[in-house]
Structures are given as C-alpha cells and as structure tokens.
C-alpha cells in the first residue's frame, strides 16, 4: 500500500469567536472558514479518508491552543496533514496557498490546479520564512506544528475587484470540492462525486447481498471499490456507486453513452477530464 493512503487530515476553519477575520462585502471570514472546513470533512468522510475538525462552532482558538488542537487528533506524525482554510483582504484577486518550509510543493501545486479547474485564478502557492529567523516559518500554524504536512489555503480576496466576491458567496463548495480533489489525487484515493453512498461492512455480508441491496452487480461493486477478491472484512467502508457513475464494459464507446445518457460526448469528456475517445474495461466514467 503506498504510504500515503495512510494519511490523516485535519481542517482548520481559520479565525472564530471575537477574532472574525477580515469582513467585507456581506463575507465573514470566519463564517465562510467553517462552511468550507465542514464541507471537505463530510467529503472526506464520503470517501472514506480519516479527518478531524479543529472547531466545528463559533470558537476562538489563539495562537497557542490551535497548534495544539490541530495536533490533538492524529499526533505530530509526517502521516498528518493539516489544511488550514482563509479568506484573504487587501485588494487583490485569486487564491494563495502556502506550504511549510519543512514540506515540498507537491500537494499545495495539486490544490492550485484544482482550484484553477474550478474557476478560480491562482495567484501562487509559495513559503514564508519568519523574517527574526529565516530557518522557521512566518505563519505560526505552520511553525508550531513540527512534523506535519500544513498548508494554509486562502481561496481568495474579499475585497477583490474582480471575480473573488462572487466565488466566494455563490461557488464557495466548489472551490473546498477543489480540495477535496487534491487530496485524493495526493493520497491515491479514488475520487467520485458528492452522492456516492458509502457502507460499512458488518457480519454476515457478501458482496452479493450488498450489491441486491442496492441494485447493482457484484462485478459494479468490485470495480468500484478496486476489489481484486470477494473477501471482506468488518467494518470496510465500501462506496456503492451513484447513477451518476458508469464503469465501462466491453463494447462501450462515448458515442453510445452520450447517446444512452442523453447527454454528449463534448460533455462527458469535459466531465472525466478526458483528452481522447480512448476507453478501458472497469474505467469510471461520471455520466451527468
């Protein structure tokens, strides 16, 4: 298994309590921090990754208690990443990720180019060294939490004069979905859209019984779920794929789906992020 699948991530809603955050046009940071951090846990619960939050209400978490809470969950472990979510103010545009200087690039560049996909212009993920001692980081969550993967991901400016305000009122769960995604890619977990359910295995269950529970073939189970056998074991989470998800059989092309799904093959391409008509045996293919 490769090692990174055995990642923990906790959230970080940025600000709470007294400390608001920057407020502008109608946007409460620390509001709109919670929103997203909640919005990537049940994501991440969806599929089956072990998160935490660091606040899950209007709570004020200073400087000293939010590494400490951040680092409660899973440890100080280098198997821990911590995303700390922020709304950015001073008049510019776009978002702005920065990773520990302790970390390389790799997933502060996956999250940029999810972001990107989901509309929203990158200004640049980068580090910051502490000016007194350039060997540790500027920001204090990413100092004081040694070991850990910590990245701080402002989606953009709250007092932009271009497109921030409107992502951030109206396409807010698209750009935390953004993440969601990054994470995945990250850890080598397969991603599917918000709607998938997901069940946990208990005594007594064959992939058969589950599979005539919802509706599908043992065989859309398997692929599904990347099962080489039909052996399980209790408490597996298993995802039972939506309508919205098609596995390719033989025989499929994207002419026949767009057709079969009323939809077109301009569509589904756009949809699977697909750059040829090529198809695989057992390939998930989102539908709609």
Avoid: C
């Avoid at 004020?60 to 700390?84: E, H, M, N």
């Amino acid at each position: 298994m490769d090692e990174r699948t055995k990642k923990k991530v906790v959230i970080d809603a940025g600000h709470g309590g007294k400390d608001s955050g920057t407020v502008n046009n109608g946007i409460v940071e620390k509001d709109y921090t919670l929103k997203i951090s909640k919005y990537i846990k049940k994501r991440l619960d969806e599929l089956g990754i072990d998160s935490s939050l660091t606040r899950t209400g209007d709570e004020l978490l200073d400087q000293s208690s939010r590494p400490q809470r951040a680092q409660s969950f899973y440890g100080k472990g280098d198997d821990v990443i911590i995303i700390s979510n922020h709304l950015n103010a001073g008049g510019g545009d776009g978002a702005e990720i920065i990773y520990s200087l302790r970390n390389n690039d790799t997933l502060s560049k996956k999250i940029a180019q999810e972001l990107e996909n989901a509309g929203q212009n990158v200004r640049k993920y980068y580090q910051k060294r502490l000016p007194s001692n350039p060997s540790k980081d500027y920001y204090y969550l990413l100092r004081n939490t040694p070991n850990n993967e910590t990245i701080i991901v402002e989606y953009g400016f709250t007092d932009s004069t271009g497109n921030d305000i409107n992502l951030i009122k109206n396409k807010w769960e698209s750009l935390a979905e953004a993440v969601v995604k990054a994470i995945t890619s990250y850890l080598g977990v397969s991603y599917s859209q918000q709607g998938n359910n997901y069940y946990t295995v208990v005594k007594g269950d064959t992939l058969w019984s589950i599979a005539r529970r919802y509706g599908i073939t043992v065989d859309e189970l398997k692929s599904a779920n990347n099962l080489k056998s039909n052996l399980l074991s209790i408490g597996k989470k298993l995802m039972i794929p939506s309508n919205n998800v098609h596995i390719v059989k033989k025989g499929d092309t994207l002419y026949a789906l767009a057709k079969e799904y009323n939809t077109t093959v301009s569509n589904l391409k756009k949809l699977n992020n697909l750059s040829s008509d090529l198809l695989s045996i057992g390939q998930k293919l989102f539908v709609k």
